[in-house]
Nanobody
Framework: QVQVVESGGGLVQPGGSLRLSCAAS????????MAWYRQAPGKERELVVS???????????SVKGRFTISRDSAHNGMYQTLDLQMHSLKPEDTAVYYC???????????????WGQGTLVTVSS
């Protein structure tokens, strides 16, 4: 099985910074992509940033220049992390942030998309 777990959410003042972590672990052969999404109250879930297996990154316009990601792996690829560093946070960044990973597994089903449970980020004074 593969699981995705997020951590690092919390309350931060406008203009502040916060770092979210995502860890994917389990029967991972390789990663097709990893991504961060967010869902604000009353709104649809939206893509924040994605990174493909070739390293290509795609940021939402609303976070370009403020958010950056970093990836790492361990245990022969069976442990993958995607950290989201957020700077210059605004109240409109308030949302539940979800990690999503497209995983090629060592067991059937070979391909699966896995979501984490989400972590709440609140930007408020």
């Amino acid at each position: 099985q593969v699981q995705v777990v997020e951590s690092g959410g919390g309350l931060v003042q406008p203009g502040g910074s916060l770092r979210l972590s995502c860890a994917a672990s389990g029967t991972i052969l390789s990663v097709n992509f990893m991504a961060w999404y967010r869902q604000a109250p009353g709104k649809e879930r939206e893509l924040v940033v994605s990174v493909a297996s070739d390293g290509t990154e795609n940021y939402a316009d609303s976070v370009k220049g403020r958010f950056t990601i970093s990836r790492d792996s361990a245990h022969n690829g069976m442990y993958q992390t995607l950290d989201l560093q957020m700077h210059s946070l605004k109240p409109e960044d308030t949302a539940v942030y979800y990690c999503n990973a497209g995983i090629i597994s060592t067991v059937l089903p070979r391909y699966r998309e896995v979501w984490g449970q989400g972590t709440l980020v609140t930007v408020s004074s």
